[in-house]
């Protein structure tokens, strides 16, 4: 069964760090690319960052450039994204997904999504 499972999440407040996993089970991430999206209450769905299915090319949205950072660690089969100097505007759940093909920030070219974690930013 595939599936991908996030973790990480929490409250932080502003300016902390703070890093998300995305572990896959059914499956080997070296195959796909894994997208994280986010999405905050009452906004929709947002791409945020990619790894290729190579773990050569990394992609990041334009509100997260300089302080996100995707990783992958095949071994654990896990992909990871690192938030640092997080800010009130990060709130979100945060998702990953697998690819049906090459990165990309629409959401309905993923197959398989996780459940989310929520990453609360607050003082």
């Known amino acids: 069964q595939l599936q991908l499972a996030e973790s990480g999440g929490g409250l932080v407040q502003p300016g902390e760090s703070l890093r998300l996993s995305c572990a896959a089970s059914?499956?080997?991430?070296?195959?796909?690319?894994i997208g994280w999206f986010r999405q905050a209450p009452g906004k929709e769905r947002e791409g945020v960052s990619c790894?290729?299915?190579?773990?050569?090319?990394?992609t990041y949205g334009d509100s997260v450039k300089g302080r996100f950072t995707i990783s992958r660690d095949t071994a654990k089969n896990t992909v990871y994204l690192q938030i640092d100097s997080v800010k009130p505007e990060d709130t979100a759940v945060y998702y990953c997904?697998?690819?049906?093909?090459?990165?990309?920030?629409?959401?309905?070219?993923?197959?398989?999504w996780g459940q989310g974690t929520q990453v609360t930013v607050s003082s």
């Open positions: 059914g499956f080997t991430l070296d195959y796909y690319a």
């Open positions: 790894i290729s299915d190579s773990g050569r090319r990394f």
């Open positions: 997904a697998r690819s049906l093909g090459a990165c990309s920030y629409f959401a309905e070219r993923y197959g398989t």
